[in-house]
């Protein structure tokens, strides 16, 4: 079955205690993003990687991190959580043909709270 | 640099009824994607339909289907005999034809079906 594997599904952290969210997808596609869901803001791109070894920045990039050094995964680290980082996230990935640019595949999302 | 507005936080309706969910965008490209997404109280996000700015035949998929007025920067979704599993945040996107691969969503509208 074609999917996107995010885990953990919901998390509880301290305030600078670093973690990762995994991110995998079993459809061989060159893009992958970050977003984070928050309410009344819609859905916001955090990272987003065109492919192995290269990633760029989103809109809302500032206190993450995501690293692309094999295709089918890409996880996002926060460092050093703070709260405002509390959100839903919600990794996705997407084929490279112009026919279907934008049918982006999303995972389950992750709620993270940050205390 | 491209918005997506969504003006309606809530609605509600009766099922079997049709729904309009009005969405509004900016943007000063010719060519680029519009979509719907859905988001079920499960948190996974689904692709419903998919505009090309480029097609001027409004693009429909069995009851949901758009009104995509290019010059008035609008696309609305009707759902059409709405039913209980229609319950669910629906989210406006845009994205540009070429570059990243950043979908730009609107706020979200939440939707309930009422029996």
């Known amino acids: 079955e074609a999917q996107v594997t995010q885990n953990p599904r919901y998390l509880i952290t301290v305030t600078g205690k670093k973690l990762t969210v995994t991110c995998s997808q079993n459809?061989?596609?060159?893009?992958m993003s970050w977003y984070r869901q928050d309410p009344g803001l819609g859905l916001r791109q955090i990272y987003y990687?065109?492919?192995?070894?290269?990633?760029d920045k989103g809109d809302v990039p500032e206190g993450y991190k995501v690293s692309r050094k094999e295709k089918r995964n890409f996880p996002l680290i926060l460092e050093s959580p703070s709260p405002n980082q509390t959100s839903l996230y919600f990794c996705?990935?997407?084929?490279?043909?112009?026919?279907?640019?934008?049918?982006?595949?999303f995972g389950q999302g992750t709620r993270l709270t940050v205390v | 640099a491209q918005t997506v507005t969504q003006s309606q936080p809530e609605m509600s309706v009766q099922e079997a009824e049709t729904v309009t969910l009005s969405c509004t965008y900016d943007?000063?490209?010719?060519?680029?994607?519009l979509f719907w997404y859905k988001q079920p109280p499960s948190r996974q996000m689904i692709l419903v339909i998919r505009?090309?700015?480029?097609?001027?035949q409004n693009a429909t998929e069995n009851r949901f289907s758009v009104n995509f007025q290019k010059a008035a920067k609008s696309f609305s979704l009707k759902i059409s005999d709405s039913q209980l599993g229609d319950t669910a945040m629906y989210f406006c996107?845009?994205?540009?034809?070429?570059?990243?691969?950043?979908?730009?969503f609107g706020q979200g509208t939440r939707l309930t079906i009422n029996p």
């Open positions: 996705a990935s997407s084929p490279f043909a112009q026919g279907d640019r934008g049918r982006a595949f």
């Open positions: 459809m061989n596609h060159e893009y």
């Open positions: 990687s065109m492919n192995v070894e290269v990633t």
């Open positions: 943007t000063s490209e010719n060519n680029y994607y």
């Open positions: 505009q090309e700015a480029y097609k001027q």
């Open positions: 996107a845009f994205i540009r034809p070429q570059g990243a691969q950043k979908l730009v």
